[in-house]
């Protein structure tokens, strides 16, 4: 069986602003023959230094580059700049979660209606199915139906990273991208959120790339480990190393 995700030989420069002689326009390479799998289930930890291209990989993944090289999800080939019915598969198999809980929410809308939205984009026309659906995602993300009538701006930034991640799962995907969803965080909620993606695998099988600088968290919580490196992963990508 093909695995949930593969990619093969991945590569991906930002265009710079300035342009070279004759206009000519210059690439500034961030990431190249980056090759590895994730598969159902499985937590997928990456570290490396600042810059070293960990958040462009996650945006590639998520479709948002236009890289070169493959990226296949249940071998079925993606390509990047998705068309809006692409975007929607796609979407329903890999969802992002991000450093910044504040920031991707609006700070004044109830948590109900802001989950609600989330739900419907996912596909659920049905106001009561809605319903039902909003309340499963809250108790899977460990949070109380109270919640529901408060904003995201009076929320803990533990419990708005919770909302984000209950956000993602309305759509049901078999994949998260979590790129530093704890480095905001204090300690212990962060901590939390690591075992919240951890009964989040257990009980939903999803796997997780868990992308982070933070050596410690993405050793407690991996399956494996792979290191991004001068733009390409240690190893040969196949089989990352594990960290001692
Ligand atoms: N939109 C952009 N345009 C140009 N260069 C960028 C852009 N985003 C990131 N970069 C550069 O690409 C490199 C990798 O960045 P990033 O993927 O954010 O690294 P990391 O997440 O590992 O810290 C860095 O040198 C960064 O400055
Ligand atoms: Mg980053």
Known sequence: MAPLLSVKNLAFSYADRNFGPLGKKILKPVLHGISFKIEEGEIFGLVGASGAGKSTLGKCLLGLLDYTGDIFIDGIRQGPFLRPGQRKLLAARVQGVFQNPGAALNPVM????????????????????RGKRSDEILELVGLDSSVKKRRADELS????QRVCIGCALSFRPRLIIADEAVSSLDVS????????????????????LFISHNLEAVHYLSDRVAVLEGGTLTGDGQDPPRLP
């Open 189 to 208: 909620a962060g901590a939390q959120i690591l075992n919240l993606f951890s009964g989040l695998r257990e009980r939903l099988g999803l796997a997780l």
């Open 110 to 129: 109830p948590i109900g209606r802001l989950l609600d939205e989330a739900v419907r984009t996912s596909g659920v026309q049905d106001k009561t199915e």
């Open 157 to 160: 930034s533990g419990q708005k």
